[in-house]
């Protein structure tokens, strides 16, 4: 990359861990779902960034993907596990990173998830495979008693794209891709107390344009026109114009025009944290953009 989108790609990331950090703090029992997703959203506007996707805020065995709903009446409760994970761009230059807040006595999973991350932050350098990387995560969740989510993973990043290769796995494994300079990866250790494991939940709030063809409902039409400035990352049900867009937008799902992201969860009852940072791969080790 040249120095300019460096320079994005750095600026970025310096308003996803300022935004991140005061979200952090405004997590506490009480608190409403949608107020804390409202504020942390409008602080990255204001701040002259764009959403790179809506906020996540998962708790407890919700690993990933969900949002606040419009008239969303959750609020955080005492013992909740809540991961906040944010993604922020400047002209398409993404920083993606996320932490995990916990309101009750589950500090033990929470330095795990955290651990895994700074160690496999630590053996980032050109040549590594991930995983190498994937081994770390795993040996540092287990040590501590839990299990890493086999079945999410860290992910490389490229404008205006949220999920690109290399997958940067929570568990070992021989081989896998191999990091050069240059590259731009966020990687996020899940660590779980349930099967390590996540699969589907019937709610989804956040989707993704992924194809462009003609469509004829006028609403579905509509829905397009609204999120064409996305460039194709994810958006929010919430953020849409219409107040019942259910139908447009299963319609454009049906057509393979957007892609759903529902909630992603392990066993019920279960708890799992997440950390997350952005690096950028430099010729001796990495430059982690997000702290």
């Not at 949608?34 to 998962?58: C, K, T, Y």
């Not at 290769?165 to 929570?170: C, E, G, L, R, T």
């Amino acid at each position: 990359m040249d120095d300019a989108e460096m320079d994005l790609y750095i600026e970025a990331g310096k308003v996803a861990a300022r935004v991140l950090a005061q979200g952090v703090r405004d997590v506490r029992e009480g608190v409403p779902v949608l107020s804390l997703v409202e504020r942390v959203e409008g602080m990255v506007i204001d701040a002259g960034a764009g959403l790179a996707f809506p906020l996540n805020v998962s708790r407890n065995e919700d690993a990933a993907h969900d949002t606040a709903s419009r008239g969303d009446e959750r609020v955080f409760g005492h013992g909740d596990v809540v991961k906040i994970d944010l993604g922020v761009h400047l002209g398409g230059h993404i920083a993606d990173c996320a932490a995990t807040v916990d309101l009750g006595d589950h500090g033990g999973l929470v330095e795990a998830s955290r651990e895994g991350l700074e160690r496999a932050l630590d053996r980032v350098r050109p040549g590594v495979t991930t995983g190498e990387l994937g081994a770390l995560v795993q040996q540092s969740i287990e040590s501590r008693g839990f299990r890493p989510v086999a079945n999410l993973t860290g992910h490389g990043l490229s404008p205006y794209m949220i999920h690109t290769p290399p997958n940067i796995p929570n568990v070992g494994f021989q081989g896998g891709a191999v990091l050069c300079e240059g590259m731009v990866v966020a990687i996020e250790p899940f660590a779980t107390t349930g099967s390590g494991q996540v699969s589907e939940k019937p709610r989804t709030e956040i989707f993704q344009q992924v194809a462009a063809r003609p469509v004829r409902l006028p609403a579905a039409r509509r829905v397009l026109e609204e999120v064409r400035g996305r460039r194709g990352m994810p958006f929010s049900r919430r953020w849409l114009s219409d107040p019942r867009p259910d139908i447009p937008l299963a319609s454009l799902a049906r057509e393979g025009i957007l892609r759903r992201y529902p909630v992603l969860a392990d066993t019920p009852g279960s708890l799992v944290s997440q950390a997350e940072h952005t690096l950028i791969v430099t010729g001796d080790g990495c430059l982690v953009t997000t702290r």
